[in-house]
């Protein structure tokens, strides 16, 4: 079973604040996402990776910042949060090929 | 890009009797053809995956048609019950990566 392990799983910030979400996958998966998912809006892409030091920008990508350190770990940066950044975050895996997406089990923001 | 519209929104089932959800999509050349379900407080969980050459597939509980024809991909539940209840999410694309998911369907199965 694909492993997409997340951290913090809360996280509460106050508007201006500097966050870091973390993931880290133990699939050899080429491709990490990060994702929001908001009511209404269903799961939006904020950026992903098909490898260490690659990154590309999804379909929201204004206002956050990732970085793909290695093969299983892929970061979400948000260094001046803002209310409407308040959500749920999931991260996922998946293969080149294969193309299920694994997803972690989220981390859920709050900026006040 | 790839655009994907899922309906319904809601759908309220009673326990034992069937429903569908329906997605369409735009792009002619997708391959790639996933159904998620997401119970309430969790993540996503892939249901099935349907390959383009695929027309039907069955797992427990449900049927999966594909008719690339219409752009359309439908998941049917043949027989609700209550572990039914959660949001169900197609994802559609022409990669592996980038798939673009529709809004979701959020299920109640009531007895």
């Known amino acids: 079973e694909a492993a997409v392990t997340q951290s913090p799983r809360n996280k509460v910030t106050v508007t201006g604040g500097n966050v870091t979400l973390s993931c880290r996958q133990t699939n050899s998966h080429n491709y990490m996402y990060w994702y929001r998912q908001d009511t209404g809006h269903g799961l939006r892409l904020i950026h992903y990776s098909y490898g260490a030091g690659n990154l590309q920008i999804g379909d929201v990508p204004d206002g956050y910042k990732a970085t793909r350190t290695t093969q299983e770990d892929f970061f979400l940066l948000l260094e001046l949060a803002s209310p409407s950044q308040t959500s749920l975050y999931f991260c996922?895996?998946?293969?080149?090929?294969?193309?299920?997406?694994?997803f972690g089990k989220g981390t859920r923001l709050t900026v006040v | 890009g790839e655009q994907v519209e899922q309906r319904p929104p809601h759908l309220s089932v009673r326990e034992g009797d069937s429903a569908v959800i329906t997605c369409t999509y735009t792009?002619?050349?997708?391959?790639?053809f996933f159904w998620y379900k997401q119970e309430p407080g969790a993540s996503l969980q892939l249901l099935m995956k349907?390959?383009?050459?695929?027309e039907i597939n069955e797992g427990q509980g449900f049927t999966v048609l594909l008719n690339k024809k219409d752009k359309r991909l439908s998941l049917n539940l043949t027989a609700a019950h209550p572990g039914d209840s959660a949001a169900y999410f197609c994802a559609v694309g022409p990669y592996a990566q980038g798939l673009t998911f529709g809004l979701g369907t959020r299920v109640s199965v009531f007895p």
């Open positions: 792009d002619p050349n997708s391959y790639y």
């Open positions: 996922a895996s998946s293969d080149a090929f294969r193309g299920e997406v694994f």
């Open positions: 349907v390959f383009s050459s695929t």
